[in-house]
């Protein structure tokens, strides 16, 4: 018996993102997997019922979940959502497990086998499968278009009959997959940029973006290739120069994230004080709490009339062709591997190699029991 996947409509607020595009789903038919998905589901990415050659699709959700192996998603299911599915099928997609303890009990008495794509390993071998990576790089490029959208200056020198334009100055803080994406982005539009990051490895990457690095003289290398959190020394050391800096910039867009924690806090009230008038900050670790003290996650606040703080969420769903593409491509890499096809009865089924170091880092619930190591 084929493999039945099933895609629905994503059902979070503002998520325009599908977890299936046209050009996967055909990779999928080609390997025997039987898709169905929820009619119009696709729409707000962009791509009609039509461009998904091969693929049923189907009127109601609790159709669509009760003819289910496997399911690919964006968001994290709802309890509702996982009440539709049948016990044993496989979910795929974001799960915020550390947010969502219900969710796991649930999937977990129902037996189903579900894969977070935040606990994708970032090694080598599974950047192709890092959805964290394809999306913050969306993060970056979009944060910087939105900090030019915002600002009252031009990004590039342009010289012109009325005089001499001189180009903006941005400042990129954090240099992880967005603020690289962000300090490339920027260039490309003509800005001077500096970048700073806590990890040390980052000077390099950053100058070699064309970023001068700010050097504060802080290092917080910490597990993994992530940053630690800094001691309070650490902060007031990074505060003082990084202040100077911010002080001078047209445009700040700001991308630190320690993995677990809340976003670190770097700009402080003073900082935005001393900033120039008519400046803009884009505070990409908004999902985090923002790396400003006086951002408001989902806002556009416009401080003393002096500073527009922009703290936009969920980012890459603003960019929905590409980063379904990519999600999508990221999902496929990850189970395409799995998929075993025996080509005489033109036939699939899912057999997980639990020994895998990707999938079985990833792995949330599997028959009966809680493999996340965080739930242990
Ligand atoms: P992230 O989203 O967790 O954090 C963004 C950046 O914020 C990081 O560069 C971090 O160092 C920085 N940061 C944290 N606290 C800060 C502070 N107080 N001040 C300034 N900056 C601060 O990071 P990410 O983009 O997901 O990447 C994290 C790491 O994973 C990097 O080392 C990256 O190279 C690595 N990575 C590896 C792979 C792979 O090999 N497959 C893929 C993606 C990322």
New binding site residues.
Partial sequence: MAIRLAVPNEIVPGERRIALEPGVAQRLIKMGVEISMEKDAAISSHFSDEQFEGVKIVDSVDELYKNADMIFKVAPPTLEELDKMNDGTVVVGYMAPHLNAEMMNKMNEKKITSFSMELVP???R??SM?A??SQ?AIAGYKGVLMGADLASVFFPMLTTAAGTIRPAKVVI???????LQAIATAKRLGAIVEA????S??KEQCESLGAKFIDTGVA?DGEG???RE?TDDEKQQ?RDVLAKHIAMADVVVS?????GRPS?K?IDEAMVKDMKVGSVIVDLAAEGGGNCVLSQPGETVDHEGRVTIHAPLNVPSQVPIHASEMYSKNLFNLISPFILVDEDQNDAKLVFDWEDDVISKCVLTHEGEIKAEMYK
């Avoid at 700073?196 to 990890?199: I, K, L, P, T």
């Fill in positions: 970032r090694i080598t599974a950047q890092d964290l990576s913050a803080i954090g240099a992880g997959v967005a603020g700073y990051d806590v990890r490895a980052t917080a290739g992530y940053a800094l990074q991308t630190a994230a320690i993995p670190p770097i």
